[in-house]
Structure formats: structure tokens, C-alpha cells
């Protein structure tokens, strides 16, 4: 009899704040229904009186774990928001794939992306240009 293939684990990990850990919530239920993935969230955010979110993610098969509480994961990827950048030092030391999950605009996306280049581009302030910055995408700012 074949067994049934196990779903890749993604861990999302949440910084402070509920603003923070309710579009990562929603990520790990659309993560969860809509690519079958295993799914585990991170955070010290929850806390008991916040039952209806723990139970929002219990009822869609995401595992919740408060950052007190010890846990070893074994093969699993990292999924954080932009305010918990230390997860990238913790992922290469543990050789764990990491990804950046940006919950603002797309305008700021670009930016992010795009302000390396800008930088080796102009040598004054960007208030100095004389043109507006265009991004791909986005209005000249």
C-alpha cells in the first residue's frame, strides 16, 4: 500500500503585533487550502484571550506556536515579514530556505527592489534629482 506524499512545511514567523500576524495568518491559510502545503506559525503575539484567531488557524490546519514554547522542526522552510530580519541569519545558519513575505505595496516592493541601483546611480539626495524617479510599475516619484 503507497503511503500518501507528505505535504513541504512552510513555517511563517511573525514579528510583534497583531498587524502583523493577521496577513501572515491569512497567507498560511491560503498556503494551506489553495497549494496543500503543512503549515506552522510562529509568534508571541497570541495570547489566550485571542482564542477566535487560534481557532480561525486550528479549523484550517495550521499549527500555532507561541515562541515559549520549545520546538525542534526538522526539514521546513521560513516565511517572514519585513520587521523580523534577524530570521535571515537564523535560516543560514541552519541551512533552511527563507523567504521575505512584504505585506505593503507594490510601490514600496519596487522601491525596496530598486533602491540598490538607485544609490549607485545618484551620487546627490534623491531630492536633488532634477527628474522625478520612475519605477517599473509605479509613478514617477
Wanted: proline share 9%; glycine share 2%.
Amino acid at each position: 500500500m503507497d503511503q500518501a506524499p507528505i505535504p513541504p512545511h512552510v513555517v511563517l514567523l511573525s514579528s510583534p503585533g497583531m498587524g502583523h500576524i493577521i496577513p501572515l495568518a491569512s497567507l498560511a491559510v491560503c498556503l494551506t487550502r489553495h497549494h496543500g502545503l503543512s503549515v506552522t506559525l510562529i509568534s508571541n503575539t497570541i495570547s489566550s484571550n485571542q482564542q477566535s484567531l487560534q481557532d480561525f488557524l486550528s479549523f484550517n490546519q495550521v499549527k500555532l506556536i507561541k515562541l515559549e514554547e520549545p520546538n525542534e522542526p526538522s526539514k521546513l522552510t521560513i516565511i517572514f515579514d519585513p520587521f523580523y530580519l534577524d530570521a535571515l541569519d537564523t535560516a543560514k545558519e541552519l541551512d533552511i530556505p527563507c523567504f521575505l513575505f512584504f505585506t505593503t505595496s507594490c510601490m514600496a516592493l519596487s522601491f525596496t527592489f530598486a533602491l540598490p541601483d538607485l544609490d549607485k546611480q545618484f551620487q546627490d539626495q534623491f531630492c536633488d534629482l532634477p527628474e522625478p524617479v520612475q519605477l517599473l510599475g509605479c509613478v514617477p516619484i
